[in-house]
């Protein structure tokens, strides 16, 4: 039986370190870690996602701000609140909640955000530090950065000679994910919608990563013997059992299968979701240090 790598207590951890470091740099430099959070329209998934973002980062001690603006929010309005972050001294950290409403570009409105302020690491400049190599000057996307804290605590710093698949190729999660295993030199396979037998391709991986978005899709027959499985899918699905119109969380992994066949495994609930918005706030301690000249702690 697999063990169970708790992402709550590696993220409690993570935001004592991270409160730590942002009290140290206050008391040194008078600087306080800012974060601006900003919403458009009221998708209540997004609702529920920047709340806890606000209520993290002031549990951090941080200077935290949340825009809550109208789905009929034009461009140019949401632009001119993105260059004005962009210019406040206070804030280290702005983070765009996605999806926009429609008749709003994503690219463009994340393309606004200064690349030194981008805690989410999704501009083109953060994603290309990335690639090439250059993660130490990046902002990494805070979900795959937190999968590999936890990976990390399995098997440590060096990966040399595994073999990964990732299963997604998506710009938040699968690609930045992929290029953090090859940089921890893994051997990384990236596979998506497209590929063909799956199930094969996942058995052959020591470390499995699933960044898909479709309920339980990764069965036993997807896990080799002793592999580590780190689930990132967020799915919500009806929980009969629980009630009428109840529902529940599952990941992208058949957690039970899985874990009676891989050696470590992250479960859904309590797994990738809570390390995501530790390393958002591990992300912008490392902003307000960088703008204070001072050296970017690591988490
Ligand atoms: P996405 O929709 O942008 O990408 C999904 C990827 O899965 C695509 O690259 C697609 O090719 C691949 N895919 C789809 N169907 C497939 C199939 N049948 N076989 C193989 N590959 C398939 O999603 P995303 O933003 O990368 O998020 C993926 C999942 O992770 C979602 O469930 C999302 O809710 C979750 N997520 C969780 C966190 C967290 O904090 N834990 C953060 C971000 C996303």
Redesign the pocket.
Known sequence: QAVRIDGKANAESVLRDVTAAGAALHKKTGVKPGLAVVLVGEDPASQVYVANKGRTAEACGFHSVTHRLPADTSQEALLALIDELNADPAIHGILQQLPLPKGLDADVVVGRIDPDKDVDGLTLVNAGRLASGLADDAFVP??PA?CMVLLRQVLGDDLSGKRAVV????????KPMAQLLLLANATVTV?????KD?PALCREADILV?????PG?LKGDCVKPGAVVID????RVPAPDKGEGKTRLV??VAYDEAAAIASAITP?PG???P???AMLMANTVASACRAAGEPRPRF
């Open positions: 805070c979900t937190g299963v997604g190729r998506s710009n938040l999660v699968g596979a998506h919608s497209r590929t799956l699933a960044a898909i978005g479709r899709l990132v899918g967020i799915n990941g992208d859904v797994g990738v979701g390390m995501t918005i």
